[in-house]
């Protein structure tokens, strides 16, 4: 198998591939091999449902070659992925069969800069290496051998390079030691195989506690997100990278990456500072290396798509377990006074039956931190005896966390982590610990109220809200929409955008007064007549007039704001109407963001004779129109002009070419959502004539 996965890589040119194996109920798919990618890279794809939105599990599902060629082309169809990898590369995904059927996947991966396609040789290569994967796959069967062993991928090593003579590595490292500056080699895997003295002075550290080292652990100066990313974007686009970070107390360092399928070099040198020139250059502060970062962004963008308890509890074991090192889990909430154990991965479960339905005691540490909120860690079992005398060491684990899991300021369950070698958990690691133990505290919380049969209410949401947005040529275009975290988390909140014609376009967004399913069916028909008198070719006001006679005839004694736009993108002119909704901010070609002042109007379902004036504006290509709802700005306490002028601070530091990092950054300082969110941006393209 090592070889066959081999030859495909030599034979597409591919930088790395991960190979898996369909399970026997054919419901996921387990990672058997992986080349050109350390294990941390692809921890969070070691297990994946044939159902999750990904490329491999839509190659397997639909038996189709899936091409994705870039990172924007990532984004757009495969957002979970291209949350935790935010780097450009393309990507190939096929089933691997046999003649009795699919077996399991294949993924390659090419770096930036790969044709928009393959090409017939690449085609060609893949498929006939995914034919070949598929027999070995049969015949292991039937040998009745394990293609995989669960959650351990074996990593193929790098193709080995020409061994120079002894006469050559002694020049090779006398060319280095006479070059400016110094020198490092990393592995695949991040770690030092190589240093010159000089590049050992420049960071302050003596070559011996180098070697075989993380750069990040062995410097802790350089434990900063940014370090490992930019590691991270080499490693995955086969790009060069750079950064610059602050070795205290005041020496600058600049860094060069230069990878090839062996590793990375890199270069090192003292710079001026560079705190105004180069923002990433900020020594951050706080917890988490890269990598932890990137699997608590895929925790949470999957923990949102989790629809019950019993899904919380997958989501975290598959997630949170191979993310942190963890070898054992088990979720636990409080029901009348005992505890219940929700869920667990890695026990014995008749080890964890006798807890479960015990009466609440502080004895046991689960139900302790339930009822004080405060986490525990505990090195050693000598040290969590100390604290819980009555405990006996049953599990075989050397190592424990256990965590509250926070919902509305309150603990609702908690959740016990084990480790089967002894930990010291630093600071830096407890707070990332009790972060997403936040998370999954939230999504357990929603989930709860899911299967307390709160799912009608949030598929009728679902339902009125556009499932995709349409292709404009022309236009780029990001939505999000984010439910409120208290309640049902229904609200009225709402978004659209329609086509009119070649060169003509609407968007709408507006917000229902109220979080009940009331609001959520007004919102709908809101909706519904906004879109019928657009396509009609109404101008704003007439639209809004219109909505707002059908409201006051409805009388559903609820108040509804809306913002409603007519894109022009022949004439790069946009014409903006509201009925007492947040106006709109303009992000303008040059950085400059303002608030664009459309004429006020009341709020729709008040007077039938309401009146609407518009405002005319121009839309050049390269700006960004950003449509929103209260939600995103507003806070008990925090005056709204405020509130609104950080948001505009928030549009005009964001890079406009990448619409899906704007809306993300925006969502992600919006404040703790009492109230939905929804946010539309909207960006011409110069092709829009």
């Known amino acids: 198998m090592d070889t066959a996965l081999a030859d495909i890589v030599r034979a597409t040119r591919a930088t790395g591939a991960m190979l898996y194996v369909l399970t026997p109920d054919r419901t996921a798919l387990w990672l058997s091999h992986v080349a050109g990618a350390p294990r941390e890279v692809v921890a969070p794809w070691s297990r994946v449902a044939v159902d999750d939105p990904i490329p491999v599990a839509d190659a397997v599902r639909e038996e189709r070659l899936v091409w994705v060629n870039s990172q924007e082309e990532m984004a757009r169809r495969y957002p979970r992925p291209a949350v935790v990898l935010p780097y450009d590369f393309a990507l190939a995904a096929v089933p691997v069969a046999s003649d009795s059927g699919v077996r399991g996947g294949l993924v390659l991966l090419w770096p930036s800069g790969h044709p928009p396609q393959l090409s017939r040789a690449e085609h060609d290569a893949v498929r006939a290496g995914s034919r070949r994967l598929g027999h070995l796959f049969e015949q292991a069967a039937r040998r009745g051998e394990p293609v995989v062993s669960p959650g351990r991928?074996?990593?193929?090593?790098?193709?080995?390079?020409?061994?120079?003579?002894?006469?050559?590595?002694?020049?090779?490292?006398?060319l280095l030691d006479r070059l400016p500056g110094g020198y490092v080699g990393l592995d695949l895997n991040g770690r030092i195989t190589l240093v010159t003295p000089a590049a050992a002075d420049l960071v302050g550290a003596a070559p011996d506690r180098l070697l075989g080292a993380l750069p990040w652990e062995a410097l802790p100066w350089m434990?900063?997100?940014?370090?490992?990313?930019?590691?991270?974007?080499?490693?995955?686009?086969?790009t060069p990278q750079s950064f610059r970070v602050l070795r205290p107390p005041g020496t600058w360092l600049s860094f060069e990456l230069y990878p090839d399928p062996s590793g990375i070099s890199v270069r090192i040198d003292?710079?001026?500072d560079a705190r105004e020139a180069d923002p990433v250059a900020e020594t951050a502060h706080g917890p988490g290396r890269a990598t932890v970062l990137y699997h608590l962004m895929h925790l949470a963008t999957t923990l949102t798509e989790a629809v019950g308890v019993q899904d919380v509890v997958d989501q975290t074991a598959h997630q949170l377990l191979p993310a942190l090192g963890a070898q054992a889990m088990v979720l636990m909430t409080a029901e009348e006074g005992r505890l219940r154990i929700l869920g667990h991965r890695g026990y014995n479960p008749e080890l964890l039956a006798r807890f479960d339905g015990t009466p609440l005691s502080r004895d046991i540490p689960g139900a302790a931190v339930l009822a004080t909120g405060e986490p525990g860690f505990f090195p050693s079992f000598t040290q969590m005896a100390a604290v819980y005398p009555k405990m006996t060491h049953e599990d075989g684990m050397a190592a424990w966390a256990v965590l509250p899991l926070i919902a509305s300021n309150r603990p609702i369950g908690s959740v016990l982590l084990s480790y089967d070698r002894p930990r010291p958990f630093p600071p830096s690691e407890r707070a990332i610990l009790t972060s997403l133990a936040g998370l999954v505290g939230q999504a357990l919380d929603r989930a709860r109220l899911y299967d307390n049969k709160d799912r009608l209410a949030h598929r009728l949401q679902s339902?009125?809200?556009?499932?995709?947005?349409?292709s404009i040529p022309g236009l780029r275009v990001v939505a999000r929409y984010l439910p409120a975290a208290r309640g049902l988390g229904i609200g009225g909140d709402f978004y659209d955008l329609i086509r009119l014609d070649e060169n003509t376009a609407a968007a709408a967004i507006g917000d229902v007064q109220g979080h009940n399913v009331d609001a959520a069916a007004l919102m709908g028909q809101v909706r519904t007549a906004v879109h019928a008198h657009a396509t009609v070719g109404a101008p704003p006001d007439h639209v809004l007039g219109g909505t707002n006679r059908l409201l006051t005839d409805l009388d559903p004694g609820l108040f509804t704001?809306?913002?409603?736009?007519?894109?022009?993108?022949?004439?790069?002119?946009?014409?903006?109407?509201?009925?007492?909704?947040?106006?709109?901010?303009?992000?303008?070609?040059?950085?400059?963001?303002?608030?664009?002042?459309?004429?006020?109007?009341?709020?729709?379902g008040i007077d039938p004779t309401a009146r609407y004036p518009s405002l005319e504006c121009a839309l050049p290509p390269g700006c960004v129109l950003v449509l929103y709802t209260d939600g995103l700005v507003e806070a008990p306490g925090v005056d709204p002009d405020d509130a609104t002028a950080a948001l505009a601070g928030l549009v005009e530091q964001s890079d406009p070419r990448d619409l899906e990092a704007m809306a993300d950054t925006l969502v992600r300082h919006a404040p703790a959502p009492g109230d939905d969110i929804a946010l539309l941006l909207l960006s011409p393209t110069p092709d829009c004539r």
């Open 153 to 174: 991928p074996r990593i193929l090593p790098p193709e080995p390079g020409r061994t120079p003579t002894a006469e050559e590595a002694w020049a090779g490292t006398a």
């Open 223 to 238: 434990d900063v997100p940014h370090v490992e990313d930019r590691y991270r974007a080499a490693l995955i686009s086969r």
């Open 270 to 272: 003292r710079t001026a």
């Open 463 to 470: 339902a009125l809200l556009p499932h995709s947005l349409p």
């Open 561 to 604: 704001s809306c913002l409603y736009a007519h894109l022009d993108l022949g004439n790069r002119r946009a014409c903006l109407a509201t009925a007492g909704h947040p106006p709109p901010l303009m992000r303008h070609c040059d950085g400059r963001t303002e608030l664009l002042a459309v004429p006020p109007g009341l709020l729709l």
